[in-house]
């Protein structure tokens, strides 16, 4: 079995400062690991994936996040936020082996404040 | 390239009534899930189809819901009767065979009153 805790429903961050939405997930298997984004009315979409190689992995609008095995945790980051960044951004993982269904976290709404 | 897409986008129906809500999936996507959101809590894995047949079906609620995909194109999923807890945000997601990457699409809004 897997889950995956995101312990932040909410995050209210300024504009262009920097923000870090945490991921810690437990699994028996090895997984792959992704963040999707919700924006507002809209469907989830790939923010980035980690599958393999470097644990350092960068996605689309400048986001990023950092795979580290020992503490199972896969927190996203980005180094100044946007207002258009406002969104709920949901942490998942899938394993490796087997059926290719998605366990998601309960999403973390980040707010961008101008 | 047209993305998945859902149909309705909203619905709100009476409980005890009956509800069909349909995913087309991107062309070429043998893989297609199901995915259910209830309000506050994560999304939910309800089932997944590889072309026609269903490969998991683990996360199915009950058996008031039913879930088919006719000729491995576009899956429908019904509600019947449907109740209040089944309210939430339904996704649908497709992806390539062998690949990770699943596309999602704007999900279905069901309301039961």
């Known amino acids: 079995a897997q889950s995956v805790t995101q312990l932040d429903s909410q995050v209210p961050v300024f504009e262009e400062a920097p923000v870090e939405l945490r991921c810690n997930y437990s699994s028996s298997v090895s997984v792959y690991l992704f963040w999707y984004v919700q924006y507002p009315n809209q469907g989830l979409q790939l923010l980035l994936k980690y599958l393999s190689g470097s644990t350092l992995v960068k996605g689309i609008n400048g986001f990023e996040a950092e795979f580290n095995k020992s503490q199972t945790s896969f927190h996203l980051r980005k180094p100044s936020v946007h207002i258009s960044d406002t969104a709920e951004y949901f942490c998942?993982?899938?394993?490796?082996?087997?059926?290719?269904?998605?366990?998601f976290g309960t999403g973390t709404k980040l707010q961008v404040i101008p | 390239e047209a993305g998945v897409t859902q149909f309705p986008s909203h619905s709100v129906i009476e409980k005890g009534q009956t509800v069909t809500l349909r995913c087309d999936p991107i062309s070429g996507h043998d893989n297609l899930y199901w995915y259910r959101r209830v309000m506050g809590k994560e999304i939910k894995f309800l089932l997944h189809?590889?072309?026609?047949?269903?490969?998991?079906e683990s996360g199915m609620p009950n058996n008031r819901f039913l879930a088919e995909r006719t000729g491995g194109t576009y899956s429908t999923l019904k509600v019947q009767p449907a109740e209040l807890e089944d309210s939430g945000v339904y996704f649908c997601?497709?992806?390539?065979?062998?690949?990770?990457?699943?596309?999602f699409g704007q999900g279905t809004r069901l309301t039961v009153v």
């Open positions: 997601a497709s992806s390539q065979p062998g690949r990770r990457e699943a596309f």
């Open positions: 189809f590889v072309k026609e047949s269903k490969q998991d």
């Open positions: 998942a993982v899938s394993s490796l082996g087997g059926y290719q269904k998605v366990t």
